[in-house]
Nanobody, 126 residues
Framework: VQLQASGGGLVQVGGSLRLSCAAS????????MAWFRQAPGQEREFVAA????????RYSDSVKGRFTISRDRAKSTVYLQMNRLKPEDTAVYYC????????????????????WGQGTQVTVSS
């Protein structure tokens, strides 16, 4: 299984970016996919997650109302639309996949995900 993340880049404060993460290598009847991020010198931080079947989502408080996670069920792809970006959003963003459903209360636990992508850099300049 491979997760290919893309869409990162350099953007000014208040701007927008859209990240994509495509899963390949096997068919997934069900999954939970998530985005985490890690800034230099900091621990990995949960950003958002979504379930394939019912589309249930969870967001961290720091991005709620600014970021939107969505999925394309046919393509096993998830997207992260990031609006009103702030300098503190600067980080390497990683997508992750668990090949089963997670309850929303567990979506933020990075230890529950089976597969990880390579990361894509997001830099927000002030």
């Amino acid at each position: 299984v491979q997760l290919q993340a893309s869409g990162g880049g350099l953007v000014q404060v208040g701007g927008s970016l859209r990240l994509s993460c495509a899963a390949s290598g096997r068919a997934f009847e069900t999954y939970t996919m998530a985005w985490f991020r890690q800034a230099p010198g900091q621990e990995r931080e949960f950003v958002a997650a979504i379930r394939r079947g019912d589309g249930a989502t969870r967001y961290s408080d720091s991005v709620k109302g600014r970021f939107t996670i969505s999925r394309d069920r046919a393509k096993s792809t998830v997207y992260l639309q990031m609006n009103r970006l702030k300098p503190e959003d600067t980080a390497v963003y990683y997508c992750a996949l668990r090949s089963s459903n997670l309850i929303t209360g567990a979506m933020s636990r990075h230890d529950l995900y089976d597969y990880w992508g390579q990361g894509t850099q997001v830099t927000v300049s002030s």
